[in-house]
């Protein structure tokens, strides 16, 4: 008899039907992807999706952008990668807890944020001014994977990717999908809020009463509460959801985090410097069209849209480097 046993694609399929909540988005019924493939024999297309992310060259960039303090001296800040990861631990647990499908929620969790401009949001606010309206993240995150580095993902991925933000008002699709906008919020409002606390930005006292009382310390109090109220209440209400108490604790402690850390006055020539660096970027590069890659050129696209999209990909160190080269050449 063999030590182990062999479980196929198809297995996988089965044993999602059997356990599964009926909230749940089982791998068969997905709308599938924009080109036709064959079934993998080992994985199913969720599983597939979430690999294929986790192999991506904008994954990888994720290691090199900024979350809240830009070029942070010292090694245990967060970056957006480590981020993500921690978004995929939170949206992995609420997941599991309401038996919905751990795997599609992965996958929406690793790619959540790989559209993500260098500077964190003083980035995106810089790419903004280029554009009729706002210039968001989450849509650039499913052009990379559609487009600039094309995938081929399911719908239900790119859905929950686009639709992660709070501020895009059409809500996924999938409860998985709704699981990844709260897993976004509790796992920055946790971190960046440590972050700030290492920094010697915060104190731990610093934070408003009714959130402490509400959350409890932070880090990991924090985040054991907001999972466990997006659990149960989730259960009660039948759809993803956050008591009204923690919720409200939740957004007041985002609104202290913008007011105290990300747009506290100290920064500010740091934000100056992050928008002059894109804008400058971006100014150039329409100038000079023939120097973006050829892998941001595409038929498809005008001039701006490619040099935004060479721009947004950017590390948040190499927008530096090809800004200090351009318009700081050394002398020697």
């Known amino acids: 008899m063999t030590a182990f046993r062999l479980r196929t694609r198809r297995a996988a399929e089965t044993l ?17 992807r924009s080109v036709s493939e064959e079934p993998d024999r080992w994985r199913t297309a969720f599983e597939r999706d979430r690999d294929r992310i986790l192999h991506s060259k904008a994954f990888r960039r994720l290691k090199h952008k900024t979350q809240v303090f830009m070029n942070p001296e010292g090694d245990h800040y967060v970056t957006r990668l480590t981020h993500t990861l921690q978004v995929t631990q939170v949206g992995g647990a609420i997941a599991r807890a309401l038996s919905l499908n751990e795997s599609l929620t992965e996958a929406i969790c690793l790619g959540h944020d790989v559209g993500h401009s260098p500077f964190g949001h003083t980035g995106e606010d810089a790419l903004s001014e280029f554009v009729d309206g706002e210039w968001r993240h989450s849509a650039q995150s499913v052009r990379i994977f559609e487009v600039l580095e094309p995938l081929n993902l399911t719908f239900e991925v790119l859905d929950g ?14 409860s998985e999908g709704a699981i990844v906008r709260f897993a976004d919020r509790i ?6 809020g440590l972050d700030a606390i290492r920094a010697g930005v915060l104190r731990p ?8 009382d509400t959350l409890g310390e932070p880090g990991r109090e924090w985040i054991d509460t907001m999972i466990t109220s997006v659990i149960e209440t989730s259960m009660e209400r039948d759809e993803v959801a956050m008591d009204d108490r923690t919720l409200n604790a939740m957004l007041k402690l985002r609104g202290f985090m913008f007011e105290h ?26 100038a ?22 060479f721009v947004a990909g ?19």
């Open 161 to 174: 990717i686009m639709a992660h933000p709070w501020k895009v008002e059409v809500p996924a699709q999938t």
């Open 288 to 309: 000079h069209p023939s120097e973006i890659p050829d892998t941001y050129r595409h038929d498809d696209a005008d001039t701006l849209t490619q040099v935004i999209d």
């Open 205 to 212: 006292t610093d934070f408003p009463g009714p959130v402490l």
């Open 314 to 332: 950017m590390t948040d160190r190499y927008a530096i480097s090809r800004y200090d080269d351009l318009f700081r050449p050394s002398l020697f």
């Open 16 to 32: 999602e039907e059997k356990i599964l909540s009926p909230a749940a988005t089982l791998s068969v019924d997905s709308a599938g």
């Open 261 to 286: 850390v990300y747009l506290r006055a100290d920064v500010e020539p740091q934000r100056i410097r992050a928008r002059e660096i894109v804008r400058g970027l971006v100014d150039y590069y329409v």
């Open 187 to 192: 796992a920055y409002l946790a971190h960046d």
